[in-house]
């Protein structure tokens, strides 16, 4: 049972974390503007979505901790997960070699948040109606 939990939950849970390592890139994006020779980043979040999801990251990726007796339980420690961060091509590059565009960042850091805050409120409207399910009458 657990494990089927676990599975319905897979999906929205990479989506969660994937989001908030985006929000991570394009915030150091703005935040280094004016940072001369900065190259603006991003990932392709579908593409890696795609990735986590197929190889159940979340579940089954980890470092496995070692016992130092027989009555300890076995665990995993969670590994932090490597993305393919992309270079952003500029529409206009800078003299200093910057490529932060604000316009574009500043546009897909709101895109991003809301897409966020849509898959938090997706999460909570399924956990709320399993807890009603397993509520008695």
């Not at 007796?69 to 995993?76: I, Y």
């Amino acid at each position: 049972m657990i494990d089927q939990l676990e599975a319905a939950f897979n999906f929205q849970q990479q989506a969660l974390s994937l989001r908030h390592e985006r929000q991570k890139v394009l915030a150091s994006n703005i935040a280094n503007a004016d940072t001369p020779g900065y190259k603006a980043r991003d990932m392709d979040f579908a593409g890696e979505l795609a990735k986590a999801v197929r190889h159940g990251q979340g579940a089954s990726g980890g470092l496995h901790l070692s016992r130092t007796d027989a009555g300890h339980l076995a665990g995993q420690a969670p590994t932090a997960p490597d993305r393919e961060l992309l270079y952003r091509v500029p529409e206009q590059p800078s003299l200093d070699g910057n490529t932060v565009d604000m316009d574009r960042e500043r546009v897909a850091f709101a895109d991003n948040s809301v897409r966020y805050q849509a898959s938090l409120n997706f999460l909570t409207s399924r956990i709320q109606g399993l807890k009603k399910a397993m509520q008695p009458e």
